[in-house]
């Protein structure tokens, strides 16, 4: 048939077409595929990509408690009610965030994990219920530059917490936040000052971990309720270049040292009970070349001994607020600034505080209440005192006249003749 005739040619023109096709496209396949005998490191991209075979690796998992940013590589587990450190934590991350959880102790090794979190460099875990934190808590982490423990009720820090099992080797954080790490009063140890004291050398014992602090730069210990500085507490810490202790109620910084801080560029000392600077910590300052000392909102006393401090603050630098700095005491000069003083307004006289007032007033009242009832306990019990007396007098008259008459035998020598013979 004619029409079939001329259709033939046409159809046997696209199957050889195909054909040709399948078989270029099957020779390329096969070009491409990779040879059992060649190791797979030698295969190309493009090859390794054409050839379909390969998948692409697994995304790591984030915590369920947790919310991860792989771009931003920051994971964040916050108010989630956690009682340890998540396990799963992907090994990307690089800023962690456990805030406002239930954890009360880190434990050693806390953050060891396959593979490491090597590139973990900031690290808060303000917020929580903290009260312990082991030596070695944050053994694993050789990247961590920044940790935050602010806001925890700490009452064992351990001091070794952040030297690690290796507390020769020098750690590589750079900025450690201490905020608010007192605990409550009734949980600390022996009462309240003696607890206080004993929270100050636990704070200090970890900050005096040998060389593992050397390269700290910023350190906040503000909000602890310190009285003093213990002694030594910034002698391991050379590089630190800022230093928060405002809002405690440190009243003197005379066991305190600067002098090796060489690098020192900010010292916040505002919101403290700070009556007076002695001239040994004013000359430790004023030696700091790049030093600035803020000391605003101290009940400073404006008396004689304030008058080298009053020099000092008008000829140096190193204070930028000291124009707001004013008297608190006495009375008569509250509120006047510190600048605007003369030696002869600054005087000792026996000008007390209200609150010492008080408080002189209350002893003596107590002194009379107790010299009141030792004086009702002593009449209530006269006539046995006066009986209690006359024993006394009479057992003394007895021993002094058997004194009397053993010196008259012995003084006349016919008595002493008489009292020999009638021993014989």
Known sequence: MPGAGSRGP????GRLRLARLALVLLGWVSASAPSSSVPSSSISPAAFLASGSAQPLPAERCPAACECSEAARTVKCVNRNLMEVPADLPSYVRNLFLTGNQMTVLPAGAFARRPPLADL??????GNHLKE?????FDHLPGLRHLDLSHNPLTNLSAFAFAGSNASAPSSLVELILNHIVPPEDQR???????????????????RSGPALQGLHHLELASNHFLYLPRDLLAQLPSLKHLDLRNNSLVSLTYASFRNLTHLEKLH??????????????????????????????????????ADMVAWLKETEVVPDKARLTCAFPDKMRNRALLDLNSSD??????????????????G???ALIGAIFLLVLYLNRKGIKKWMHNIRDACRDHMEG????????????????SSNSDV
């Open 10 to 13: 046409a159809a046997g023109d």
């Open 121 to 126: 460099e900031t690290l808060n875990l303000s």
């Open 133 to 137: 934190v082991c030596a070695g808590a």
């Open 189 to 207: 140890q022996n009462g309240s000052f003696e607890g206080m004291v004993a929270f100050e050398g636990m704070v200090a014992a970890a900050l």
């Open 269 to 306: 000392l505002e919101d403290n009970a700070l009556k007076v600077l002695h001239n040994s910590t004013l000359a430790e300052w004023q030696g700091l070349t790049h030093v600035k000392v803020f000391l605003d909102n101290n009940p400073w006393v404006c008396d004689c001994y304030m």
């Open 346 to 363: 600054l005087d000792c006289d026996a000008i007390l505080p209200p609150s010492l007032q008080t408080s002189y007033v209350f002893l």
């Open 365 to 367: 009242i107590v002194l």
């Open 403 to 418: 004194y009397h008459y053993r010196y008259e035998i012995n003084a006349d020598p016919r008595l002493t003749n008489l």
